[in-house]
């Protein structure tokens, strides 16, 4: 048994090794695709806000999590390869089906002061990313740097809005709104293996972050009330692999895998409309948000053609 994997290892590598000797990144050559994708993804993100009154006193902390966010999205992907060059683009749409919200209230003095929470009725996401670099071969394998723009943005509405487990009707349908975009940069690679074909890389993002909570309604003076979000000085950080199989002429099918973690740490909190006095915060002079994140993991299918 041993034996008889170990052939079909030598086998599966001297076929590999044979089959990229002098073929796609020849002088002259190009190759593209393009493909149509489905995935489902499991999101979290985290807002850390601490509210600052005369002389830059702490008055209270919130701290504002989304959890258990399930997103099914569908969309296209496509990369043209030439003469070493290599430009990748794809885009998609998600619909959340379910997730859970909760605001925790804090006093200076760390005691619970109150406790929002809510369930994600809908919400739909969108997510472009094109990147452009140039792929040296070695050997049987591609690699190289890569360079880019990524944009992710969620908006979520949410009900059975509960404080201190009490339902609060005014508060139902609001709704949250986050952005994530900018530059990236980082490397990919290729190489076959076995008659599949393997896609992996890493991108490093310099994120412009923006946030917006909307009550659609009064607000809840020392609680919540409706605001702008916005950052920068944070990081992102995308790791991905695809494996793609041909099936029959130029048809293939491809399952990935990709993990997010994005940071921020120099954010601010304004009133979506007027002042922190006119929605009842007469002791806030400021709101800082100095921990953001945002994770994500997500599996996905595909369906293309090799031109």
Same mark, same amino acid.
């Given at each position: ?16 090794? %044979? ?12 190759? $593209? &695709? ?8 499991? @999101? ?18 919130? =701290?504002?999590?989304?959890? %258990? ?21 794809? $885009? ?8 859970? #919200? ?5 006093? $200076? ?14 919400? =739909?996401?969108?997510? @472009?990313?094109? +990147? #452009? ?25 949410? @009900? ?21 975009? +900018? ?15 393997? @896609?992996? +890389? ?28 916005? +950052? ?10 695809? &494996? ?29 409309? %007027? %002042? ?10 400021? $709101? ?8 994500? #993991? ?10």
């Amino acid at each position: 048994m041993k034996s008889l994997v170990l052939t079909s290892a030598c086998f599966c590598l001297s076929s590999t090794l %044979s089959s990229y000797e002098g073929q796609s990144l020849d002088e002259g050559c190009w190759e $593209a &695709s393009l493909e149509v994708v489905g995935s489902q993804r499991w @999101d979290e993100f985290f807002n850390h806000i601490r509210f600052y009154g005369e002389k830059d006193a702490t008055i209270r902390t919130d =701290n504002f999590h989304v959890n %258990s966010l399930h997103v099914y999205s569908y969309g296209g992907r496509g990369w043209l390869f030439w003469n070493h060059w290599f430009l990748r683009g794809d $885009a998609t749409t998600g619909h959340v089906s379910h997730g859970d #919200f909760r605001s925790e209230i804090k006093t $200076a003095s760390t005691l619970l002061r109150s406790e929002t929470l809510a369930h994600i009725k809908k919400g =739909n996401t969108q997510d @472009d990313n094109v +990147g #452009f670099g140039y792929l040296f071969p070695i050997r049987w394998l591609s690699l190289g740097p890569l360079f880019g723009w990524a944009y992710n943005e969620i908006h979520l509405k949410m @009900d059975h809005v509960k404080i201190h487990k009490k339902p609060i009707p005014t508060l139902e349908g609001f709704t949250y709104r986050t952005r994530w975009q +900018g530059p990236w940069v980082g490397f990919e690679g290729m190489y076959s293996w076995c008659g599949l074909d393997f @896609d992996f +890389g890493y991108e490093y993002h310099f994120p412009f972050w923006h946030g917006k909570l909307d009550l659609n309604g009064p607000t809840v003076p020392g609680v919540i009330f409706s605001d702008k979000r916005h +950052g920068r000085g944070g990081y992102g950080s995308v790791f991905f692999v695809r &494996s793609y199989a041909t099936m029959m002429a130029g048809l293939q099918g491809g399952l990935s895998f990709k993990y997010q973690d994005w940071r921020l740490w120099d954010g601010r909190v304004e009133p979506l409309k %007027s %002042s922190f006095a006119s929605v009842g915060e007469t002791l806030v002079v400021d $709101a800082r948000v100095p921990k953001s994140t945002w994770r994500s #993991f997500e599996i996905q299918l595909s369906l293309g053609y090799l031109f």
